[in-house]
Nanobody, 124 residues
Framework: QVQLVESGGGLVQAGGSLRLSCVAS????????MGWFRQAPGKEREFVAA????????YYSDSVKGRFTISRDNAKNLVYVQMNSLKPEDTAVYYCAESRYNPPGTAFDDYDYWGQGTQVTVSS
């Protein structure tokens, strides 16, 4: 069983940047696609970005495309999301998750393991 821990969240002004990290332990994630989701207060958890296990294929939601970049370092069991040009509507708890499919899906049910989340707050 894999454990996922996110970090890198915080408070940032609109237009700023953050890089979130997700470190896996318990086993390697190098043969698993990975994804990032987010959940704002009062809203459902939504897909943000996903990456295939080699890193060759990436997917983004329309709301973050062109601003966020997902990447991974399989040697370090890490997955990242670089978030630029942040907007107040990006405020949410961000979750890292391991996909059961490769290429990865974009639905909540496509993912088996989840981290505890990291808070991102973007002030206007």
């Amino acid at each position: 069983q894999v454990q996922l821990v996110e970090s890198g969240g915080g408070l940032v002004q609109a237009g700023g940047s953050l890089r979130l990290s997700c470190v896996a332990s318990g086993r390697t994630i190098s043969r698993h696609a990975m994804g990032w989701f987010r959940q704002a207060p009062g809203k459902e958890r939504e897909f943000v970005a996903a990456i295939s296990y080699t890193g060759a294929i990436t997917y983004y939601s329309d709301s973050v495309k062109g601003r966020f970049t997902i990447s991974r370092d399989n040697a370090k069991n890490l997955v990242y999301v670089q978030m630029n040009s942040l907007k107040p509507e990006d405020t949410a708890v961000y979750y890292c998750a391991e996909s059961r499919y490769n290429p990865p899906g974009t639905a909540f049910d496509d993912y088996d393991y989840w981290g505890q989340g990291t808070q991102v707050t973007v002030s206007s």
